[in-house]
């Protein structure tokens, strides 16, 4: 079956950095354009990311740009955010998505704060 499994979360203080991972496994990884979205404390979904199949596109939120990068290992079925720059208001779950075929991951928690 299906399977995304971020990790990489955790606790930093403002101003550090952090890098998230997410495996896919049960679909041609390769083939698809991969999300990353998250949502904070009492809110709803925010779009953060996306890059392509092959990685030749790629977008930010205006909220990350700047701060956070985007990537991917094909080979590896993996898909990866470098966040740097971590504020307060970046503390949220961050999830991976295959947004067209309906693949999500379970989230992985992040948390900025001193």
């Known amino acids: 079956q299906v399977q995304l499994v971020e990790s990489g979360g955790g606790l930093v203080q403002p101003g550090g950095s952090l890098r998230l991972s997410c495996v896919g496994s049960?679909?041609?990884?390769?083939?698809?354009?991969m999300y990353w979205v998250r949502q904070a404390p009492g809110k709803g979904l925010e779009w953060v990311s996306m890059?392509?199949?092959?990685?030749?596109?790629?977008y930010y939120a205006e909220s990350v740009k700047g701060r956070f990068t985007i990537s991917r290992d094909n080979a590896k079925s993996t898909l990866y955010l470098l966040l740097n720059n971590l504020k307060s208001e970046d503390t949220a779950v961050y999830y991976c998505a295959d947004a067209a075929q309906g693949y999500w991951g379970q989230g992985t928690q992040v948390t900025v704060s001193s």
């Open positions: 049960g679909f041609t990884f390769s083939n698809h354009w």
């Open positions: 890059i392509k199949s092959g990685g030749e596109q790629i």
